[in-house]
């Protein structure tokens, strides 16, 4: 497994007590994107309880806050990312369409 995808695993799971964790590196569909500037392109869809009575925006807000030192920090090892989100109950109601 990827660094950079056992790493983003890791946060979610210790820090927004994720029980569910996929993350489809998409890196290889952006090569020579100028504006790139180190980073990869990461799809993440994360399970949490935390995300309880939360609204759509504040949980990827969560998202966002917990991975904050890998989207901002030195070296980057996010460039973009897109999230889905979904709580256990939402996750198992989506699961058996």
């Known amino acids: 497994m990827d660094e ?3 790493l983003i695993d890791r946060i979610m799971r210790e820090e927004l007590e994720a ?3 996929a993350i489809i590196d998409e890196s290889h569909l952006h090569r020579g ?3 790139a ?3 990869g392109h990461y799809h993440v ?3 949490s309880p935390r995300f309880e009575d939360v609204n759509l925006l504040d949980q990827r807000r ?3 806050t917990a991975l904050d030192d890998q989207i901002n920090g030195k070296p980057k090892k996010i460039h973009a990312i897109q999230i889905k989100t979904f709580t256990p109950a939402q996750w198992e109601t989506a699961g058996s369409n």
């Open 4 to 6: 950079t995808i056992s």
């Open 19 to 21: 029980v569910h964790v």
């Open 33 to 35: 994107h100028k504006a």
């Open 37 to 39: 500037g180190g980073g």
């Open 45 to 47: 869809t994360v399970v």
């Open 62 to 64: 969560l998202v966002y």
